[in-house]
Every structure is written in C-alpha cells, then in structure tokens.
C-alpha cells in the first residue's frame, strides 16, 4: 500500500550537454523505482518549444506525437511514463512553452491581472508553477521532467520556476536530478568528465545546484572518475550514479536500483517506505533477454531512418512478443521502394512472417504501401493495419477484390473516380489545424463472432484516436460483399473503426491507434494477437 504523504515531494530531471540524453527513460525509471516502493507518483513533461503542443510538427522535427485519453498531443515522452509506471496521463501532464504564454495573455486580455505589467518573472513562472501543482495533485511525488537542454534560452523559464519551488516548497520537498554525458573517448583510451563539469556549470549559473546526477556512459562509471565528477560539480561522489548502455530499455530501472538511487532519493526526501519490490522487472527484462521464439515483421513506412516517429509502436510489437515469448525482429522497408515491378521478390526476399502498416500523413509513399498490402493479402501473411493502415487496405481491396479502379482517398486525389476514404463530416469548416482531429478515446463496437472480438475478449472497447479521414460509408456494402468484414464499429454505426478477413488467417485493420495503450505488463490484444499469428506463419511455412 502506498503512504500518503501530506506534502508533495518534487522531482526535477534537467539534461545538458546533448539532446536526446535519456531523460525520459530516467525520469520514468525513477517513477518505476518509487512506485515499486509503494509510492502515489505522477509525472509531468514541460517542453520549452513555443508550440503549443507537437500535433502540427514533423516527425523529422519532434518524432512520434502521443496522444491521451483525453485528447492531448503530447511529446513522446508520456509514452515512457505510461509504460514504466501505472499511470494514465492527460492534458495536465504535458505544459509547453506555447500553453503557458497562451494561458498568460488569455488572462492579461481578461483583465485579470489587474492592470500589472504582465513578465516572465512573475507571472510566466506562476503559471509553470500553478501547472506543475496541478500535475502534482493528489501523488506522493511528482516527476517534473524538463525537455531541451541546459543552456537553451527557451528553457529559461522553466528553470527559474524550478529554481523558485525550492524556495515554496522547502528543501526537503524538492529534489534535482540532472542527467549528463560522461564520453568515452576510443582515441585516448579514456572517460571524459568535462562536459558534464560544464553542464552543471551552466546549471548552476541559472542558480540551480543539482542534488543527483545521472550520467549516461557505455560502461558502468568507475569510482575514481565519480569522485573526480562530484570534486568538480560540487555533488558528493555517492550522489552520482551511471546510467550505462543496456540491452533493453526496460533494464534501465533495474540498472539505476542497483546503483541504489531509490534509496537515495528516499533519503534526501524524507521518504520512509518499503524496500522496492521489483521481481516483476526482473522477469520481464529475463524474457527480453532469452525468448524461446523469434518472429520477423516487416515495418512499410516512410519515415523509417527516423524511428522516433514510430516510438509507441515498437514498443508496443516488443510487449506483443513478451506476451507470447517471442523476440520480434523488425525490417523497416521503405515505401518508396515498393513499386509494380520489384513488390513481389523484395518482400518475399525479406522473408517476413507479418507485415505492418502503421499510421501517416501525406502520399508520399502510398502506392507502395498499397503494394504491401496486396503482398499480405494474396500471399496470407499476417497483415496489421494502423489508422492510415487500416485506410490503406480498404483501398486496395477495393481496387484488386471489389474491381473498383481508381479507388483512392481524398486525402491524396480529391478527384479520384472512387473516393473510398473521406475527410470527416466535422472538418470540412475547420481552418485551424492544431488539437483539431478527432482525438483521444472513443468507444467502439466489435461484432459478435469477429476476430476481433476474440482478441478483445470483450464486445465493447475504447481506444485512442488522431485521424480526419474516415472509411466512406457509401462503400461499405460494396466491401462486405465481397467478403471485407466490418468488425468494429463506432456506438451508432456512424465510423468504420475495425475490418478484417475471414477468409485469410489474420488480416485486421483499426482506425484508431492501440499502440498507446499497451504496456510491458499488459500487451495490447491486437499486438499480442499480431505477433502470435506471424508465429503461427512461421511455423506452418
């Protein structure tokens, strides 16, 4: 049971010297940790971008875009908290640089200010403060991470408002973790210690003294160089802890515990709980490690030299292969390549047992992606479709079973004799493109019987969603005649959500996105379901 503490305890986790450090994976690791002690936690990413969330950015920009329940577009980042710990995370729990100045001037225009000059100090950090306590609202320790990089000037805010919580909160109510790099220099032979000296150096010139430091390495930091890393950023050597390359993302707990980082963190806060209990982590990273199966599942994207765009997705296919211990093996094909002439010998050359087509925007690519999923279809693999995916399917068997050509979707030729997907009847008026889609959770019907409905083991579900486009109801008697079964369906019958083929082994398409909702624990059905089929596949072939 957890111990209700009536002062919330702040963790704060700033990275320095390079992006894409590993603060996400650490924050999450240490919400692991404390929960694993009987902890409430909840966590919170402030990104310093002006935007107001990552929904209208690239995937080259910002990769993945996660969303909520609630319909938030959030960073990917609330994906590694939703998998390391028990929590489900909304709009509270995502604030950006945009949000805050948003929410600043909606209330200057209010009037409600009261004639102040309206600054950053005090009012933009207030409002960052004001949003962190909501976040923090009714958990024993909020994880508070901070995205970018120290030194970055649209950080600034964020750090001074962190700064300023020590003051309001006390100290044994605030704790900064800063996570560094410590590199290992192959030429001399020799760890290197001076960016991280510089990071806590622009650190502390913000007035930010951190507490703990995590330093990522390739190897386990030897004593000598953490007492040459505390001598020199003013943090005592048994407060400085590697966070070492590892086989599986999901050992990063395990690794921090046996450091004993938990325990510390539990000192410096005045924490009194119960020792960690981790033997389920223990038995999950043994199953990563040494499965009795391996299966191979082709990926047809298009950003496939960018792999953070398909973040959860991963994710989600390893849970699948944890869920029937399997390793899954990913072959990331390019759409582009896929073309009339070559389709049929380079998938058959990769030797697949699955093929996934995962969600997207844009044409780029969409022929080939088509191709891909004819491959599936005719030659029984087990095909998964993604939003887009699932889209993508319903196109090609209406060209190639149902004799529609042409068949296409608006979203790529308007003017396309048989248009078998079309924008929403709610976004034709819309002109603003942010927060606009039809997000977040929404119910969905299984017909009884379906495949997905023994997946599911259920009649009813919900599940998130980040789309415009739909399947064109005006087609829908066409498809199921030729044998497409509409297997789930929005309350009323208003949306096709899920098809798949009974004729085929397993062939399943869904406009919405499981893969944010699976968890290491807890495998999504339909990943479980996938992997378990391309298994199958293999063994028979």
Request: with cysteine; net charge negative.
């Amino acid at each position: 049971m957890s111990r209700t503490y009536h002062q919330t305890k702040y963790i704060f986790v700033t990275g320095g010297v390079v992006s894409s450090i590993g603060k996400g994976i650490s924050a999450a690791s240490i919400g692991t940790l404390l929960e694993s002690r009987g902890l409430r936690v909840s966590m919170l990413k402030l990104d310093p971008y002006i935007n107001v969330d990552p929904g209208t950015m690239s995937p080259f920009q910002h990769g993945e875009v996660f969303v909520t329940d609630d319909g938030a577009e959030t960073d990917l980042d609330l994906g590694h908290y939703e998998r390391y710990t028990t929590g489900s995370y909304g709009r509270k729990n995502s604030v950006t640089t945009g949000k805050i100045y948003f929410s600043v001037i909606s209330k200057e225009r209010r009037g409600e200010y009261l004639g102040q000059t309206v600054q950053v100090i005090p009012h933009i950090t207030d409002e960052i403060k004001s949003h962190i306590r909501q976040a923090a609202e009714g958990s024993d320790v909020a994880i508070c991470e901070i995205g970018g990089t120290v030194g970055d000037i649209e950080s600034l805010p964020f750090i001074e408002a962190i700064r300023q919580m020590r003051f309001d909160e006390g100290e044994i109510n605030t704790l900064y973790v800063h996570v560094t790099l410590v590199p290992y220099l192959q030429a001399a032979g020799e760890l290197k210690t001076k960016p991280t000296q510089h990071s806590v150096q622009k650190l502390r010139e913000i007035g930010v003294q951190p507490d703990i430091l995590i330093c990522r390495c390739e190897k386990p930091l030897p004593a000598e160089i953490k007492k040459k890393i505390g001598l020199f950023t003013n943090v005592a050597a048994e407060r400085v802890f590697s966070a070492y390359d590892i086989a599986v993302i999901y050992e990063s707990p395990l690794t921090l515990h046996q450091e004993k980082l938990d325990d510390k963190i539990c000192d410096l806060l005045q924490l009194k709980t119960a020792p960690a209990q981790l033997d389920k982590w223990h038995d999950l990273v043994h199953k990563l490690k040494a499965p009795k199966h391996e299966v191979r599942i082709g990926i047809v994207g298009k950003y496939i030299e960018l792999k953070e765009a398909y973040k959860s997705l991963i994710e989600a296919l390893v849970h699948g292969g944890i869920a029937n211990d399997c390793r899954v093996h990913l072959d990331w094909i390019d759409a582009e390549s896929l073309t009339e002439q070559n389709y049929k010998s380079l998938l058959a050359a990769h030797d697949l047992n699955g093929i996934l087509v995962p969600g997207g925007f844009g044409e780029r690519g969409i022929e080939g992606k088509i191709l891909a999923v004819c491959y599936a279809r005719e030659h029984l693999v087990p095909y998964f479709g993604i939003c887009l995916g699932m889209q993508i399917a319903v196109i090609e068997f209406a060209r190639h079973v149902c004799g529609l050509l042409g068949a296409n979707s608006m979203e790529f030729d308007r003017h396309a004799s048989h248009l078998l997907v079309c924008l929403m009847d709610e976004q034709y008026h819309l002109t603003d493109k942010g927060g606009t889609m039809r997000l977040g959770a929404f119910s969905c019907s299984l017909e009884s019987g379906s495949l997905a409905e023994r997946m599911y083991g259920q009649s009813e579900i919900v599940e998130r969603h980040r789309h415009r486009y739909e399947v064109n109801n005006q087609y829908r008697s066409t498809l199921t005649a030729h044998g497409l079964r509409l297997s789930g369906m929005s309350p009323g019958s208003h949306l096709v959500e899920m098809i798949e083929l009974p004729a085929h082994p397993w062939f399943v398409g869904c406009q919405f996105h499981p893969e944010f909702k699976s968890k290491p624990f807890s495998a999504h059905p339909l990943f479980a379901g996938f992997v378990r089929a391309a298994l199958d596949f293999k063994k028979k072939n």
